[in-house]
């Protein structure tokens, strides 16, 4: 069995080309963006989710759904390299990061979303809560093999060790089950909630081993003054931050990721689950209130 379905990609232009020969890691073409967008509806759209399901939506699950959205509107994003040739992913994987907490020791680890664009948005909650907490309470045998053999590598090693190892999953396509790598630990795109340390706009390096070409960093929900109507009015804004690899991601595929995100997230009850067709909430605690850092 591969390490990922993939079909090759054909008709590649002349700019893609030059693009992937002129970097040859995800280090040099990195591109950077932010688009600031109103939340005042998706807080609404949080919180009468949560009050209908009681299940405990957050920013995060909006913003996983909507990145699943746009890569099956551009599924030329949701792609890797191999051989400086560009191949298209079967399958829409959404990672987002985790962190770990052991004896002092901070760790971040991705959890998946497999077909999140098939999904709900109670399925996306339910699956990414159900990860989290295997990662959290280390109930995910496969990364915490790998997580064991990272840990007895000498240091000198680590360079050629996580070269080595994109090389064969990705770069050959190799099923590394057996050595204890997880399949497609980190998908098609990761998201990781900088807003939850109070930022309100950080750009996250791309990490050439994971060979994921969209980073996107949601920041705090601050309030501030917006325009509406002609007039000045109190209103919830969020930047999503976005890093993504150039060589195979350009302005056009950029525009659509970021027009399906503002579509979405600022008309979400129209482009969301619809809450009359979800299944209400069983007797329960009561759900807490929404937070801004989602």
Same mark, same amino acid.
């Given at each position: 069995m591969a390490h990922l379905e993939l079909i090759p990609k054909d008709n590649v232009s002349s700019f893609r080309k030059l693009a992937i020969g002129s970097w040859k890691t995800a280090y040099d073409p990195t591109v950077y963006g932010t688009m600031t967008m109103r939340m005042d509806k998706a807080l609404a759209y949080i919180e009468a989710f949560r009050q209908k399901t009681g299940i405990r939506l957050t920013v995060t699950h909006l913003l996983a759904k909507a990145m699943a959205e746009a890569l099956r509107r551009c599924p030329d994003a949701n792609a890797i390299l191999r051989f400086?040739? @560009?191949? !298209?992913? %079967?399958? @829409?994987?959404i990672s987002t990061l985790v962190v770990q907490t052991d004896g002092g020791k901070v760790d971040l680890t991705a959890a998946k979303i497999e077909d999140a664009e098939q999904k709900s948005l109670r399925e996306i909650a339910a699956e990414l809560e159900a990860a989290v907490q295997n990662v959290r309470q280390r109930k995910d045998e496969a990364l915490e093999k790998s997580k064991g053999t990272i840990h007895a590598l000498p240091y000198a090693f680590l360079n050629f060790f996580t070269w080595l190892i994109s090389f064969f999953m990705y770069t050959l396509n190799w099923d590394m089950t057996w050595a204890g790598m997880p399949r497609d630990a980190f998908g098609s795109a990761i998201i990781t909630n900088v807003g939850s340390l109070g930022l309100d706009t950080a750009y996250v390096p791309l990490v050439p081993y994971t060979r994921v070409p969209i980073f996107i960093a949601p920041g705090a929900i601050k309030d501030a003054p917006v325009v509406e109507d002609g007039k000045v009015v109190p209103? %919830?804004?969020m930047n999503v931050n976005a890093s993504f690899d150039h060589r195979f991601i350009d302005g056009f595929h950029a525009? @659509? !990721?970021a027009k399906?995100?503002?579509?979405?997230l600022e008309n979400p009850f129209e482009h969301f689950d619809k809450l009359d067709d979800v299944a209400p909430a069983v007797p329960a605690e009561a759900t807490p209130p929404v937070s801004a850092a989602g």
């Open positions: 400086n040739r @560009i191949y !298209l992913r %079967k399958r @829409i994987t209103g %919830k804004l525009s @659509i !990721l399906t995100f503002r579509e979405m």
